[in-house]
């Protein structure tokens, strides 16, 4: 990720922030919308797993420039979504929830640009945190 992406993401995030709790909502009807299989995973208070959704992407925003710390966090998160049933290929249906709620809680201050530094900063991740679940030992 370039310096530039990093900045569009926060500066991004950072317009989300006062609307969190709108834009966890927003990414729980959009991924079971996606995915319908995935809601059974989500047992409880759906505003408390969305309250742990908003800190965990808060946190990783705001380590994109200290990778060191975050990519040890990202991989033990991984694994403990195995035990929650998640599968590889939610990866992907998560990325494109998260780039829908973007969307729709940015509006047009959600450019091509940066959603393409989000895209680039996911699937980054998200590749990090497959190889450290479903890699074989």
């Known amino acids: 990720m370039t310096p530039q992406q990093v900045t ?7 317009a ?3 609307i969190q709790d709108t834009a966890a909502g927003l990414f729980y009807q959009r991924l ?11 047992k409880g208070d759906l505003a408390a797993q969305g309250k742990k959704l ?11 420039t200290r990778l060191d ?12 979504h195995v035990g929650y049933g998640v599968q590889a290929e939610h990866y992907e249906t998560v990325g494109t929830a998260l780039l829908w709620t973007l969307e729709q809680g940015l509006g047009s201050a959600f450019t091509d640009e940066t959603r393409d530094a989000w895209a680039t900063a996911y699937g ?6 497959k190889e450290a679940a479903y890699a074989p030992a």
């Open 54 to 64: 908003m800190q965990a992407l808060g946190f990783i925003v705001n380590s994109l």
């Open 16 to 18: 989300v922030l006062p």
């Open 124 to 129: 980054t991740l998200a590749g990090v945190m």
């Open 8 to 14: 569009l993401i926060q500066t991004s995030w950072a």
């Open 32 to 42: 079971f919308v996606l995915d319908p299989s995935v809601r059974p995973m989500f």
């Open 69 to 80: 710390e975050l990519v040890p966090v990202a991989q033990d998160m991984a694994r403990r």
